[in-house]
């Protein structure tokens, strides 16, 4: 599904425009950065999974 430092999409965007994420840090709280503007969000594994949309990319790929 998802992992540490994949690039995901929210089903919402930031209010900066953007809508890619990348995975900073995993456990019960899962932290993410907003690749435009690096604003960092920490939610609640439960929440993050409800807002989940879909990985862009993932980790291990290098475009």
Do not use: S
Request: charged share 35%.
């Amino acid at each position: 599904m998802y992992e540490l430092h994949d690039i995901v999409e929210m089903k919402k965007p930031h209010p900066c425009g953007a809508n890619r994420w990348e995975i900073i840090r995993m456990g019960m709280d899962i932290k993410i950065r907003c690749t435009q503007c690096n604003r960092l969000i920490m939610l609640p594994r439960r929440e993050f999974e409800r807002r989940f949309k879909k990985v862009l990319q993932k980790a291990n790929q290098t475009n």
